[in-house]
C-alpha cells in the first residue's frame, strides 16, 4: 500500500489553530497554565502551540517545556532508550499543565510523561494534547483532551510527522512498515 | 551509538571513545535529573545491586550508593573488614554467595589490580570497578573528564597534567586513558621516583619541574601521596615533596593563564594542595564530587540497558 497523506500545508495549519483556540476557551490567556512537550517528537509541536498562542494572545509569555521520559519508561531493557534534553524553568506547582505529544498510540510515553512530570511538583490539573490520536490501540486507558485528527490504523503501520522547523515542511503521512 | 560495547565497566582501557561519550551525553542528563525537586527516577527499580569493598572508601561508595538509590535500585552493602573475607573465603566464593541471594550488579573496589576483571570472568553479573589496587579507577576517569568538559567545554586538544603519586595511583591512569581517548594531551609531573618506567610508552610525557608544568597546561589534576601503598621511602620527605610539588596561592596566581585545579579526594591539604588553592574559585573538587553521582548513574543505567 501507498503511504497516505493525513494531513498537510492549510489543513494543518487549520489543525494547529483550532487546538490553540480550543485551549483559549478553558485556559483564557494562560496565567496559570503551562504547555509541557514530551521528547523527542511532542516538543516541536509545543514549541509550534506556544508561538501561535502569544500570536493569538498579543505576545503574552507561555510557558513551554521540555520533558524526557526515558527513566521512567516500562519497556527499559526490552529495546536501546536514549534519553534526551529535559528543561522545565518554571514552577509546575499547582498550575494546569497541557502536556503535548505527536501522536498518541498506545498511551505508554504518556503514562511515564506523567510519572516524569510528578518529579517537578504537584499541578492543578493536568490535560494532554496530541496532533494524532491513533485510536484503538490503546494498552493503558489514556484519552486526549484535545486531538488535531483521530485516525483507525493497525499496529504494522507507522504514522510520520513532520516539520517545517526540522524537516522543511508540515506534514503527516501514514506508512505501512 | 545507541548502547556500550562492554558488559562490565572493568577498566576505561577497555572502552571505545564512543562509549566514553555515550556515558558523559548519559550523565548529562542525570545531572540534571539530581538537581530537581524530586531527585529520584525508576529506571533499576527491579535491580539489586551489592557494593563490594574490599578496600576502604568513604567517597566513592557514597556516591555510588546515592546513584544507586536515586536510580531506585536494591542496594546492599559489604565491606571486607567485618565478612567472612576474614575467616579465609575466596573471591569468588564470598561473590556467588552473594549472587546466589539474586544479585544483578557487583560494584567492587579491590586492593589487587585485576581483580574485577577475573571476577568477570567466573560470575553472571555486570561488574563496575571501583578500583582495583593500582590499576584503574574508571568511574574517577569519567567524571574528572566530565568536569573538564563541563568548565572547558570539548576535551580535544586539552592540555592537562596528572601531578605526584603517579606510581601507585590508579586514578592516574584511568585519567590517560580516558582523557587520551577524547584527544587532550597528557602530562605527567612528579618527584621521578614516583613516575611509573614505562609512562612514555602509553604516550604521556613527562615534566619533573611543577611551575613548567603548570605554565603549560589548562588543567593540574593533583594526586594525594598515597602513604599507605609505599613500602619503601621514594622521597625525603613529605616537606620537601610540598615545597616542590604542592601546589599553593602563590604559584597559581604567577601562572599567566587561569587554569583549573582538581583533585580526586581525599585532600590531604598543606601537602599536594594548600587550603586557599583547594577552596579557591579555580578549583572543582566539589563539582567533582557532584558529578560522580550523575556519572555513576549514567554507567549504572546504560549497563542495566544492555543486553545479555
Same mark, same amino acid.
Given at each position: 500500500?501507498?503511504p497516505?497523506?493525513?494531513?498537510?500545508?492549510?489543513?494543518?495549519?487549520?489543525?494547529?489553530?483550532?487546538?490553540?483556540?480550543q485551549?483559549i476557551?478553558?485556559h483564557?490567556?494562560?496565567s496559570n497554565?503551562?504547555?509541557i512537550g514530551?521528547?523527542?517528537?511532542?516538543i516541536y509541536?509545543?514549541?509550534?502551540?506556544?508561538?501561535?498562542?502569544q500570536?493569538?494572545?498579543?505576545?503574552?509569555?507561555v510557558h513551554?517545556?521540555? *520533558?524526557d521520559?526515558?527513566?521512567y519508561?516500562?519497556?527499559? +531493557?526490552?529495546?536501546? *532508550?536514549?534519553p534526551? +534534553?529535559?528543561?522545565?524553568?518554571?514552577?509546575i506547582?499547582?498550575?494546569?499543565?497541557?502536556l503535548?505529544?505527536d501522536?498518541l498510540f498506545?498511551g +505508554?510515553?504518556?503514562?511515564?510523561?506523567?510519572?516524569?512530570?510528578?518529579?517537578?511538583?504537584?499541578?492543578k490539573?493536568?490535560?494532554?494534547?496530541v496532533?494524532?490520536d491513533?485510536?484503538?490501540?490503546?494498552?493503558?486507558?489514556i484519552?486526549?483532551?484535545?486531538?488535531?485528527?483521530t485516525? #483507525?490504523?493497525?499496529s504494522s503501520?507507522n504514522?510520520?510527522?513532520e516539520?517545517?522547523?526540522? #524537516?522543511?515542511? #508540515?506534514k503527516?503521512?501514514?506508512?505501512?512498515? | 551509538m545507541?548502547?556500550?560495547?562492554?558488559?562490565?565497566? !572493568?577498566?576505561?582501557?577497555?572502552?571505545?571513545?564512543n562509549? @566514553?561519550e555515550l556515558?558523559?551525553n548519559t550523565a548529562?542528563?542525570?545531572k540534571?535529573?539530581i538537581?530537581r525537586?524530586?531527585? %529520584?527516577?525508576?529506571?533499576?527499580?527491579?535491580?539489586? /545491586?551489592?557494593n563490594l569493598?574490599f578496600?576502604n572508601?568513604t567517597?566513592?561508595?557514597?556516591?555510588?550508593?546515592?546513584?544507586?538509590?536515586r536510580l531506585s535500585a536494591?542496594?546492599?552493602?559489604?565491606?571486607?573488614?567485618n565478612?567472612?573475607?576474614?575467616?579465609?573465603?575466596?573471591?569468588v566464593?564470598?561473590v556467588?554467595?552473594?549472587?546466589? &541471594?539474586?544479585?544483578? &550488579?557487583?560494584?567492587?573496589?579491590?586492593?589487587s589490580a585485576?581483580?574485577?576483571?577475573?571476577?568477570?570472568?567466573k560470575?553472571?553479573?555486570k561488574?563496575?570497578?571501583?578500583g582495583?589496587g593500582?590499576?584503574e579507577?574508571?568511574?574517577?576517569?569519567?567524571?574528572d573528564?566530565f568536569?573538564?568538559q563541563?568548565k572547558l567545554?570539548d576535551?580535544k586538544?586539552r592540555?592537562i597534567?596528572? /601531578?605526584?603519586?603517579?606510581?601507585h595511583?590508579r586514578?592516574?591512569?584511568?585519567?590517560?586513558?580516558c582523557?587520551q581517548?577524547?584527544?587532550?594531551?597528557?602530562k $605527567?609531573?612528579g618527584?621521578?621516583? !614516583?613516575?611509573? %618506567?614505562y609512562?612514555?610508552?602509553?604516550?604521556?610525557?613527562v615534566?619533573?619541574d611543577l611551575r613548567?608544568a603548570?605554565?603549560?597546561?589548562d588543567?593540574?589534576? &593533583?594526586?594525594?601521596?598515597?602513604?599507605?601503598r609505599?613500602d @619503601?621511602?621514594?622521597f625525603p620527605?613529605l616537606?620537601?615533596?610540598? &615545597?616542590?610539588?604542592? !601546589?599553593?596561592k602563590?604559584?597559581l596566581?604567577?601562572?599567566?593563564?587561569?587554569i583549573? $585545579?582538581?583533585?580526586?579526594?581525599?585532600?590531604?591539604?598543606?601537602?599536594?594542595?594548600?587550603?586557599?588553592v583547594?577552596?579557591?574559585?579555580?578549583?572543582i573538587?566539589?563539582?567533582?564530587?557532584?558529578?560522580g553521582?550523575?556519572v555513576?548513574m549514567a554507567?549504572?543505567?546504560? !549497563?542495566a540497558?544492555?543486553q545479555?
Amino acid at each position: 500500500m501507498q503511504p497516505r497523506i493525513l494531513l498537510e500545508k492549510t489543513r494543518f495549519d487549520v489543525t494547529i489553530k483550532r487546538l490553540c483556540h480550543q485551549l483559549i476557551e478553558v485556559h483564557n490567556d494562560f496565567s496559570n497554565t503551562v504547555i509541557i512537550g514530551l521528547q523527542p517528537r511532542g516538543i516541536y509541536l509545543a514549541r509550534r502551540i506556544q508561538q501561535e498562542l502569544q500570536n493569538i494572545l498579543k505576545n503574552k509569555k507561555v510557558h513551554c517545556g521540555e *520533558l524526557d521520559t526515558t527513566f521512567y519508561r516500562d519497556d527499559f +531493557r526490552k529495546k536501546e *532508550l536514549i534519553p534526551n +534534553r529535559t528543561n522545565i524553568d518554571f514552577i509546575i506547582e499547582d498550575k494546569n499543565v497541557v502536556l503535548v505529544d505527536d501522536v498518541l498510540f498506545t498511551g +505508554r510515553t504518556i503514562r511515564a510523561g506523567l510519572d516524569a512530570m510528578l518529579a517537578f511538583g504537584r499541578p492543578k490539573d493536568v490535560e494532554l494534547m496530541v496532533l494524532v490520536d491513533r485510536r484503538l490501540s490503546r494498552h493503558v486507558p489514556i484519552q486526549a483532551k484535545y486531538v488535531g485528527i483521530t485516525i #483507525d490504523s493497525i499496529s504494522s503501520q507507522n504514522v510520520k510527522v513532520e516539520w517545517k522547523e526540522t #524537516d522543511g515542511k #508540515d506534514k503527516i503521512t501514514l506508512l505501512n512498515k | 551509538m545507541s548502547h556500550l560495547s562492554v558488559n562490565h565497566l !572493568l577498566g576505561i582501557k577497555q572502552l571505545t571513545k564512543n562509549d @566514553i561519550e555515550l556515558i558523559l551525553n548519559t550523565a548529562q542528563n542525570f545531572k540534571e535529573v539530581i538537581n530537581r525537586p524530586i531527585k %529520584k527516577v525508576p529506571s533499576l527499580r527491579d535491580l539489586t /545491586v551489592a557494593n563490594l569493598f574490599f578496600e576502604n572508601s568513604t567517597r566513592t561508595r557514597l556516591s555510588f550508593e546515592l546513584a544507586q538509590k536515586r536510580l531506585s535500585a536494591d542496594v546492599v552493602n559489604f565491606s571486607a573488614s567485618n565478612s567472612s573475607v576474614k575467616k579465609g573465603e575466596t573471591l569468588v566464593d564470598t561473590v556467588n554467595n552473594i549472587l546466589a &541471594m539474586k544479585v544483578d &550488579m557487583i560494584v567492587m573496589r579491590h586492593s589487587s589490580a585485576g581483580a574485577p576483571i577475573f571476577l568477570s570472568k567466573k560470575v553472571n553479573a555486570k561488574i563496575i570497578n571501583a578500583g582495583d589496587g593500582a590499576h584503574e579507577h574508571p568511574t574517577q576517569a569519567l567524571l574528572d573528564a566530565f568536569s573538564i568538559q563541563e568548565k572547558l567545554g570539548d576535551i580535544k586538544g586539552r592540555k592537562i597534567v596528572i /601531578v605526584g603519586d603517579i606510581l601507585h595511583s590508579r586514578v592516574a591512569l584511568s585519567n590517560i586513558f580516558c582523557l587520551q581517548k577524547l584527544g587532550a594531551i597528557v602530562k $605527567v609531573c612528579g618527584p621521578l621516583t !614516583l613516575i611509573p %618506567k614505562y609512562i612514555t610508552s602509553l604516550g604521556v610525557e613527562v615534566e619533573p619541574d611543577l611551575r613548567k608544568a603548570l605554565e603549560w597546561c589548562d588543567v593540574a589534576n &593533583m594526586l594525594r601521596i598515597q602513604l599507605e601503598r609505599q613500602d @619503601i621511602k621514594f622521597f625525603p620527605s613529605l616537606r620537601e615533596y610540598t &615545597m616542590l610539588y604542592g !601546589l599553593n596561592k602563590d604559584i597559581l596566581d604567577s601562572l599567566s593563564k587561569k587554569i583549573i $585545579v582538581m583533585h580526586p579526594g581525599p585532600i590531604n591539604r598543606g601537602v599536594e594542595i594548600t587550603s586557599d588553592v583547594a577552596d579557591s574559585g579555580q578549583s572543582i573538587i566539589l563539582e567533582q564530587v557532584e558529578n560522580g553521582v550523575a556519572v555513576r548513574m549514567a554507567v549504572m543505567f546504560l !549497563l542495566a540497558g544492555r543486553q545479555g
